[in-house]
């Protein structure tokens, strides 16, 4: 049973479909910390403010604790979209400073495009850049939607890139965990492939 | 490269139908926004947008059906504008499958609507649609109701302020130029596009692929939005496409 966890982010229904579209099977769309225990396959979707969906995410009873259980504990595939993959960050640092899961070392920080020039939040379609091999990490392009960028602690966290006046985080990686700035469910044809990867992913 | 400039088709629907749409694709019901969704998502469109254009209150909740078929069967992002009056009419489109919500109206008579939805939402799911008239050299003003209603607003203080308040991007839509087939107002996709940091999108006038260019090169926008020359035939998004990069322009591959 994949979890695609619900605690009220606008693209739950859109990462929903686009599961379904990729191939998913007995995608559960769920805010019960038990059903998170027993998932063999885990799905964080967000968007919108870290803080605001970290909040969303802990006032869950039990669903921080049974996250980390069942991903960090019990290393099942884990996948973040957008701010669910900024919330596997120590901190944010979108009004104030936030903490978040912690699952991959580094801060989320508002973009600073070296060329003034360039448009914040950074919107639409930009390369993947792989930087480094990853069996879900395919060079393409997808659609970003964001104003902040996860930046790991250790370079080797970072397993994709794009640009926007300087390189922004475009994918991080580790072990069983993957987050992906960009949106695979309004990536069309490469979002649904990265999308249909992950469920086949065996980490 | 550096992101994509974005070629947006946009379909006005009104009790679920479309108004003015696709006519020169067979389709088995050309009526239906989600089968003309899907062509353009086929044809490769950067982005959708629906402009509900319904006027009788009766029939105003259609609109979140066409989003949530539209959103079950196209993956690409998708923006809807028309009625939104509250944060909870925003709520409404986002989880029947819209991506951004555009408001118009409603965020003229009282801007802080914009915070109240970005601030619940988040910015990137905010477009401040505005309509602008020019009233003088250099000067444009905000009007509503379909650009019968002068509003006394200057156009680019009210894109300062809308961009204040958390809007992700402005739609930017010449009453002069729309429906003429004459090019966007340049003049006035640039003064906004100068004054705020979030992106534009050019919008009102397109009538060759030379204005889609223009809109970028000379009005400074981040995207641009058109619908007849894609809807009668006239171009495909792929000729968009190719006419932005033939100008030198960041576009997507396929």
């Known amino acids: ?203 | 490269m550096t992101v994509r400039t974005r070629v947006i088709p946009c379909l006005d629907v009104a009790g679920g139908r479309v108004v003015k749409g696709v006519n020169f694709v067979d389709l088995a019901d050309a009526g239906d926004p989600v089968a003309q969704a899907r062509v353009y998502d086929a044809a490769g469109a950067d982005e959708l947008c629906f402009l509900d254009i319904t006027a009788s209150h009766e029939a105003r909740g259609t609109i979140l059906d066409v989003v949530a078929r539209t959103a079950a069967v196209c993956f690409m992002p998708l923006t809807v504008g028309g009625g939104v009056r509250s944060a909870d009419d925003a709520r409404a489109l986002l989880l029947a499958g819209a991506d951004k919500v555009a408001v118009n109206s409603a965020a003229v008579a009282r801007p802080a609507l914009v915070a109240d939805i970005a601030e619940r939402f988040g910015s990137q799911c905010v477009v401040g649609a505005i309509d602008a008239r020019g009233v003088g050299p250099g000067r444009w003003e905000i009007f509503t109701h379909g650009g019968r209603k002068a509003t006394g607003i200057d156009a680019v203080a009210h894109a300062r302020e809308l961009a204040s308040r958390g809007v992700g991007e402005l739609l930017v839509t010449s009453m002069d130029r729309d429906g003429t087939r004459d090019g966007y107002d340049l003049p006035l996709t640039r003064a906004i596009a100068d004054a705020v940091s979030v992106p534009v999108i050019a919008s009102g006038g397109v009538g060759n692929l030379d204005h889609l260019v223009a809109g970028v090169t000379q009005g400074h926008a981040s995207a641009v939005l058109a619908a007849s020359i894609f809807h009668f035939g006239q171009h495909s998004v792929a000729d968009a496409h190719a006419a932005l990069a033939a100008a030198g322009l960041p576009v997507r591959e396929g």
């Not at chain 1, 929903?16 to 063999?40: I, K, S």
């Not at chain 1, 403010?49 to 019990?74: D, K, Q």
């Not at chain 1, 884990?78 to 991959?104: K, S």
Request: aromatic share 6%; hydrophobic share 45%; with cysteine.
């Open chain 1, 1 to 203: 049973m994949l979890a695609l966890i619900d605690y009220g982010a606008g693209n739950l229904r859109s990462v929903h479909n686009a599961l379904q579209a990729a191939g998913g099977e007995g995608v559960q769309v769920t805010a019960d910390p038990e059903a998170v225990r027993g998932a063999d396959r885990i799905v964080l979707p967000g968007v919108g403010a870290f803080a605001a969906c970290m909040n969303a995410l802990s006032a869950i009873p039990g669903m921080v604790p049974a996250l980390h259980e069942r991903v960090i504990g019990g290393g099942v595939p884990f996948l973040g979209i957008c701010i669910g993959m900024q919330l596997m960050a120590d901190a944010g640092e979108e009004h104030g400073r936030h903490p978040g899961l912690g699952w991959i070392a580094g801060s989320v920080r508002r973009l600073a495009p070296a060329d003034p020039a360039l448009k914040v939040p950074h919107m639409g379609w930009n390369d993947v850049t792989p930087a480094r091999e990853h069996p879900l990490i395919a060079r393409g392009e997808a659609y970003f939607l964001h104003s902040y960028a996860f930046d790991p602690a250790d370079a080797a966290d970072t397993v994709a890139a794009t640009d926007h006046g300087g390189a922004v985080t475009a994918a991080v990686g580790r072990d069983n965990l993957v987050g992906v700035q960009f949106h695979p469910e309004k990536s069309q044809a490469y979002g649904l492939a990265f999308l249909a990867r992950f469920l086949e992913w065996r980490p």
